[in-house]
């Protein structure tokens, strides 16, 4: 009996040693690594070219986290989804991103992407100064809308009285029907973006880039201080939890927008499979897309620049005032 005894003390050791090794949770002791989703959108159009290497490959940002990317149609779509917190990431025009930031949306600057996108293009080719442009019709889109104000701001600059020297035609209001009047003949001189630059004088050779409206802008403020008209976006309470999430995207948009501009012909076939610009359209818009990659505190100078210009023409177009050192994402 005292043989057995002792033989079942020695199985209750063994099996209690067993059970202290096993019964706890496989997790037990190990750190919890919950999955993390990045939503990212960029607006159809030259702000969408930088990012369109990341589109294609889905590239991981890390352990755990996956990315979607949302192409969206127009400004005012992404701001709806952004005031409503659907994104983490975004690429759009840099006073949304100064308006956003003032009506208290969450969001913070976090680089640039795009420096001026803006062109006179004409059918007369002995333009070639702001003075040749005295007396004459000078179409284009959205009343107020930041094409508008610089290009009125530019006018001024060069002592051309935007009023009274010359005549602004507003009367074709979208951008994608005033290129449409130019290749058909209808308007002999306007202001576009790109691509649709390349578009109207592509499929219209009588059709010429006569004012860079970019060059124009860096001959009052210096090469230092370029127009800073497209930029990225961060959810600020996102960034505070995903810092390093944050810095992997930083880097590969930077690669990005460098391989775009190395790769033009590579990149438009990218942007005709996913924002269906035609591929050799797209490819000889980029080079004239001013795309290159700048972090927020970087390009406070010229971002200030800019959003004063708008802000002394109107207030509203950045949200009723001038951000403050908050919008600028540091880290």
């Known amino acids: ?134 007396g004459r019709t000078i179409n284009t889109f959205g009343r107020g809308a930041t094409p508008d104000v610089v290009l009125r701001y530019l006018l001024s600059a060069n002592s051309i009285d935007p009023d009274k020297d010359v005549t602004i035609d507003y009367s074709i209001p979208q951008q994608t029907g005033l290129a449409s009047a130019m290749i058909a003949g209808k308007v002999d001189t306007a202001l576009l973006p790109e691509p649709l630059v390349t578009m109207v004088t592509t499929k219209n050779s009588d059709l010429k880039i006569v004012i860079d409206l970019q060059s ?24 505070e939890k995903n810092p390093e999430i944050v810095a992997a995207f930083l880097t590969l948009y930077e690669e990005s927008i460098s391989w775009v501009n190395t790769n033009p012909e590579q990149a438009g076939v990218l942007v005709e499979k996913h924002i269906g610009i035609p591929a050799k359209i797209a490819e000889k818009a980029i080079p004239r897309s001013n795309i290159r990659f700048m972090t927020a505190m970087d390009a406070r100078q010229p971002v200030e620049r800019y959003l004063e210009v708008l802000y002394n023409f109107s207030p509203r177009t950045v949200g009723g005032k001038m951000p403050d050192e908050g919008f600028y994402y540091s880290h």
Request: proline share 5%.
């Open 216 to 239: 124009e802008w860096e001959k009052i403020h210096g090469a230092d201080i370029p127009m800073a008209q497209g930029s990225l976006v961060v959810r600020k309470e996102f960034a």
């Open 1 to 134: 009996m005292k043989q057995a005894l002792i033989f079942s003390l020695m199985m209750l050791l063994v099996t209690g040693c067993s059970s202290n090794q096993t019964s706890p949770s496989p997790q037990a002791g190990t750190p919890v690594v919950e999955e993390v989703v990045v939503n990212i959108a960029v607006i159809t159009g030259p702000t969408a070219l930088g990012m369109i290497k990341l589109i294609d490959e889905e590239p991981s940002l890390g352990d755990n986290v996956t990315t979607h990317y949302e192409i969206v149609l127009s400004p005012d779509i992404l701001v709806s989804k952004l005031l409503s917190g659907e994104f983490d990431i975004a690429a759009l025009p840099t006073n949304l991103a100064a308006t956003l930031y003032n009506k208290g949306a969450g969001y913070q600057l976090l680089a640039m992407n795009t420096w001026g996108v803006l062109y006179i293009v004409s059918t007369d080719t002995s333009i070639s100064s702001w003075d040749d442009l005295k």
